[in-house]
């Protein structure tokens, strides 16, 4: 093992105001607030503990709130620790907000020399990078406008470019990589791939976990400023990914018991869509099989994907059934979509429990983890449905192999289609089956 270059041991940082917020005397006179009022503590971060390897690549996710731009802050010496101690071994280059540290009336050009300047490059070692930071960045028709007229992707073209080539043992990343065009993506990811190489460390913040998983080896998950796990990148993004769907699972299946439930807010945003199930028909039971028929919820892009559901018919449906499948990202967006008007035509017109499967011999998806809604409904008419599973089955595509790092492919998705076969045995012996 390298030697750690971030040793956090139980960090904490506290935020206070006080419940009073006039701004001015004025206002302190008009509304009698020469009394602060009460002190007000938030505890952003608390009682941290871990280590990051120097050479390594390491992330932190979390919901908005969790603490995760709190600790960027902490370890780029912005602000420190209230309690707790964090020892970090190196020149740090931090691109934590766009714009951060730009000087908007300076040209791009000018706010390159201050940028190094803040680094600590002398001005002759500013000039040796020059060229390199102006070639990465692209900006050269605009290089000696003022920053104030600079797009957001264009700044953060600039903050990359010059981050990169201070020569910094510690690269912090929040977010940044959202903002810009794929091409300028793929380029930065590449980048990053080589200062891992070099013997640099990476620390990224991301709500994009795809992200997270192609450039982090470990992963830190944050939840209300606690350390709820820590370890492998795909051994905590699974657990993040499982939680987010616990709400969907935990409020779905009480409506299928006919059960009371109190939606929190989280559980609202879920299952916007999300109805009391018809009585003529339900989904029973669903499985995710790969090729061996053995049940998972990983499957390589090459390989086929099988789900093989049962569904109990309780009364005749002279309308038809029809089965709708989609597949969405973990942040709600649509990926692809399946219609399947002809595995149930029979089962429409005799009670009993059906089982069907459905065979995808090829994925024309991008790799990342995915959540399945499968719809049962009407023949033309998915809102006239019987029964829904809403985001209920998680699932993680891969390219053919271990985790490889190929950006262009795991980072610029298109949206496609796939193809599928499906088939219907006869009815099963049981008539019912409890819910999943």
């Not at 080896?217 to 939840?223: F, G």
């Not at 018991?257 to 559980?267: N, P, V």
């Not at 980072?411 to 099963?428: D, H, M, Q, R, Y």
Request: glycine share 8%.
């Amino acid at each position: 093992m390298s030697e750690p270059i971030i040793v956090a041991r139980n960090v904490t940082k506290t935020f206070t105001r006080r419940r009073n917020t006039a701004v001015s005397f004025k206002e302190m006179v008009v509304a009698n607030q020469f009394d602060r009022g009460e002190l007000i503590t938030h505890r952003a971060l608390d009682d941290l503990s871990f280590e990051v390897e120097r050479g390594r690549s390491f992330a932190v996710v979390g919901h908005n709130g969790s603490g995760k731009s709190t600790l960027l802050r902490l370890i780029a010496g912005i602000t420190d620790p209230t309690s707790g101690t964090l020892e970090v071994r190196g020149r740090v280059a931090a691109l934590l907000e766009l714009g951060a540290g730009f000087h908007p009336e300076l040209t791009g050009m000018e706010n390159i020399f201050l940028l190094c300047g803040i680094y600590g490059l002398t001005r002759e070692e500013t000039l040796e990078r020059l060229d390199n930071i102006l070639a990465f960045c692209e900006l050269d028709r605009f290089i000696h406008t003022p920053a104030k007229r600079y797009s957001t992707g264009m700044m953060v073209r600039l903050g990359f470019s010059i981050a990169l080539h201070v020569d910094a043992d510690i690269l912090l990343l929040d977010e940044v990589l959202a903002v810009g065009d794929g091409y300028f993506q793929t380029k930065c990811l590449r980048a990053i791939d080589k200062l891992r190489d070099h013997g640099q460390t990476v620390f990224i913040v991301s709500h994009n976990h795809v992200l997270v998983e192609t450039i982090a080896e470990r992963v830190l998950w944050l939840d209300h400023g606690r350390q709820r796990m820590m370890g492998r990148a795909e051994t905590v993004l699974d657990a993040v990914f499982d939680d987010m769907q616990e709400g969907v699972r935990r409020v779905t299946q009480n409506v299928h018991a006919g059960q009371e439930h109190e939606l929190t807010e989280r559980d609202t945003v879920a299952v916007a869509r999300f109805q009391a199930q018809g009585r003529e028909a339900r989904l029973a039971r669903v499985r995710l099989l790969d090729p061996a028929g053995g049940e998972t919820r990983r499957f390589e892009l090459d390989k086929p994907v099988t789900l093989e559901l049962e569904v109990v018919v309780r009364e005749v449906i002279p309308q038809g059934l029809a089965l709708y499948m989609s597949f969405g990202s973990a942040t709600g967006g649509h990926a692809a979509h399946f219609e399947d008007h002809e595995s149930l035509r029979d089962a429409a017109a005799t009670p009993g429990t059906y089982r069907v499967r459905v065979d995808f011999p090829t994925m024309h998806l991008h790799p990342g983890r995915y959540v399945i809604t499968i719809v049962l409904a009407e023949p033309g008419r998915p809102n006239n449905w019987f029964d829904m599973h809403l985001r209920m089955y998680p699932i993680t595509l891969r390219q053919p192999g271990e985790r490889m790092r190929n950006f262009e492919e795991t980072l610029l998705p298109t949206i496609g289609g796939f193809a599928a076969n499906s088939s219907t045995n006869s009815p099963v012996d049981e008539k019912e089956d409890s819910p999943k």
